[in-house]
């Protein structure tokens, strides 16, 4: 983990008027500080709206030990009305010798080049949540870089949904950005009994990056020798992958398509997180 040397866009864990369910809107998991606030305020949106819908960051807990991620109807805001809520969070920072007290947030740092790890669980199958919705885990810059072919130097390590379409035989994606060359989404079907372990090998730019689903949960040293899913991207797709920089990994759980409704309360519950 790199610390911040002042090169990285910084918002406040809590911006004016957004809500700080937790001291500095920061949740300690897994060795963490993860940050529930990110979504507000965000370029284009309005408070919590943004990408068609609300963003609720009271649907971020943990649990015994567990962070748990939840879609389902909360409060508007100011009004005594519901609606359906998504959540996201980002990686902040490590926990070591960095104290998370009010009005003072920890210093920022962020993972680059490595092995990341993201152990998954939900009831049923993650296919019930690619059905309803979108379960996501990504490398990700706020802002824009122009440098770089891939300028918010995104690595989606999984991107679990059907985006609207529950014929489509295949229900999860690994994603280079931009993702419109041809190549650059890599669709795969899970068959996983509701746990599953992701894994991203990222070396150095401008060299392949190699995903991996395994079905069960796992830490890097009791990887099984052989994943069930994996995907190293193609030399030709080498100018996707980014420089280290200020990237760093979100969880969401958000409508896809935005229009949809999900059939009811959606949850994905993140057992272990591992950088290395």
């Not at 309803?132 to 390590?157: I, K, V, W």
Request: proline share 8%.
């Amino acid at each position: 983990m790199k610390l911040n040397t002042g090169n990285c866009a910084q918002r406040p864990p809590v911006p004016s008027g957004a809500l700080a369910p937790t001291t500095n809107a920061l949740l300690e998991f897994d060795g963490y500080w993860w940050w529930t606030n990110y979504p507000f305020n965000a370029p284009g949106s309005s408070g919590y709206w943004f990408n068609g819908q609300q963003w609720d960051p009271r649907l971020a807990t943990v649990k015994n030990g567990e962070l748990h991620l939840e879609m389902k109807q909360t409060l508007i805001p100011g009004t005594p009305a519901q609606q359906w809520s998504s959540i996201e969070l980002v990686l902040w920072g490590q926990v070591a010798n960095n104290p998370n007290t009010k009005n003072t947030p920890p210093n920022r740092s962020y993972p680059g080049f490595g092995r990341y790890l993201i152990a998954a669980e939900t009831a049923g199958s993650f296919n019930d949540i690619s059905n309803n919705c979108c379960f996501g885990a990504f490398t990700y810059q706020y802002q824009n870089d122009p440098t770089q072919t891939n300028s918010h130097r995104e690595l989606d390590m999984l991107e679990c949904s059907r985006w609207g379409n529950l014929s489509d035989p295949t229900n999860a994606q690994f994603t280079l950005q931009p993702w419109q060359p041809t190549g650059n989404v890599h669709r795969i079907a899970l068959k996983d009994k509701g746990q599953i372990t992701i894994v991203m090998d990222w070396k150095a730019a401008n060299t392949p990056v190699t995903y991996s689903i395994y079905y069960g949960l796992f830490e890097l040293s009791s990887l099984p020798t052989t994943p069930d899913i994996t995907w190293t991207t193609a030399a030709s797709q080498n100018a996707y992958i980014p420089n280290e920089g200020c990237q760093t990994i979100h969880l969401n759980l958000w409508r896809q398509p935005q229009s949809v409704l999900p059939s009811g309360n959606q949850e994905v519950i993140i057992k272990k997180f591992q950088f290395q």
